[in-house]
């Protein structure tokens, strides 16, 4: 009897990403506020080095992404050789759980926390253990209770996507100081950027004073280059052997490279965009004030909008009055989050007609 080809144990278990909606059938000009993408695009200093990369599309890309390593180490004041380059940020963390966790390993991550990080556990063989969060936030004693003699590595999303909550600097170190030298502790720092806050870090002190400690980056969000996919990890240098070891030769393109290292030094750009999104993560909420919809407060370029199980008036509704009005919101019900909906922060005229709009579907009887 015939017999198909198996996948190896628990890749069956995974249910494949799915992002935010882009389109609207029959309608254009549609606002997609879906997918946290940078509000302004990347900078004009980016997209030249893009397009004159061009001219070099037959050759093979820096396999070390050298040219980007050294202008993150001037941006950040790190060590280039404890750096390694990925397509997006993802590639790393599925890297990790390749490298680092297998078949009888346990990954943990908090409930509400990324995704992907139970899709690169489920990859690699090892069990997922989603840890319960307190008042949508990462809880330290909770995690540390629930790390066992198969931990091997804690994912940490901080600032936390789709909930927008962070742990501080003090309570990281404490989760850090309370782990097993042979846990790695990965702090998904995607949207450090925009986490502006005296009690938040992002990390890079602790890879610093650590053997087991990781901190990963993307160029998806500010930088606006979600499509060229490309991120980063700072690491201690034993992690970064074994990933440089793991990864493929040339896993970033020569335009990525070209247009992310250009990103890092238009900074009137990047002030821009850090003005802008702290101008709507400032006012959404307060003009949504007359409304039974909740803006929980967020430390990234989102708002997690909860809203009341009332019919007429559930995060379900107002995802169909948005999608009518052409308008494209991040449904969060795979997140464990029936009730609420996430909305990136947009251009003015775009936050303007979502605030014209959701005030409209909170007066619908």
């Known amino acids: ?28 000009n549609v606002i997609k506020l879906s997918s946290n993408e940078a509000a302004l695009g990347p900078s004009g200093e980016a997209i030249r080095a893009y397009k004159a990369h061009s001219e070099r599309i037959s050759r093979y890309p820096d396999g070390g992404a050298s040219e980007l390593k050294l202008a993150l180490c001037g941006i950040h004041n790190i060590d280039p050789n404890r750096i390694v380059c990925g397509a997006g940020s993802d590639e790393l963390l599925q890297l990790l759980c390749r490298a680092y966790a297998g078949p009888g390993d346990e990954v943990l991550f908090t409930e509400h926390g990324f995704l992907v990080y139970k899709l690169a556990a489920l990859a690699s063989g090892a069990s997922p253990i989603a840890v319960p969060e307190t008042n949508l936030c990462a809880n330290v004693d909770q995690i540390l209770n629930a790390v066992s003699k198969d931990t091997r590595i804690i994912f940490i999303a901080n600032p936390n996507n789709p909930t927008g909550s962070y742990l501080s600097r003090s309570e990281i170190h404490r989760l850090w100081s309370n782990l097993p030298s042979n846990i790695i502790l990965v702090i998904d720092a995607a949207y450090a950027e925009y986490a502006g806050l005296q009690d938040y870090n992002c990390g890079i002190d602790l890879v610093d004073s650590s053997e087991n400690v990781v901190m990963t980056r993307t160029f998806s969000k500010l930088y606006g280059l979600a499509s060229l996919r490309v991120g980063w990890c700072y690491a201690p240098g034993s992690i970064v052997d074994v990933l440089n070891r793991v990864r493929g030769p040339f896993n970033v393109t020569g335009a990525a490279i070209e247009a992310a290292t250009a990103a890092l030094s238009d900074r009137d750009h990047i002030n821009k965009s850090l003005a802008l999104n702290d101008k709507w993560l400032n006012s959404f909420p307060d003009q949504l004030s007359g409304t039974k919809i909740k803006c929980l407060p967020s430390a990234g370029n989102f708002i997690l909008m909860q809203f009341p199980s009332i019919k007429g008036q559930s995060a379900t509704d107002a995802e169909k009055f948005l999608i009518k009005n052409g308008i494209i919101v991040r449904n969060v019900e795979s997140y464990g989050l029936p009730d609420c909906l996430r909305i990136t922060m947009g251009l003015d005229h775009e936050m303007e007609t979502v605030i014209l709009k959701l005030n409209e579907f909170a007066r619908i009887p």
């Open 1 to 28: 009897m015939l017999k198909y080809p198996e996948p190896r144990p628990r890749i069956l278990e995974i249910d494949p990403y799915v992002g935010g909606s882009a389109e609207i059938a029959g309608k254009k």
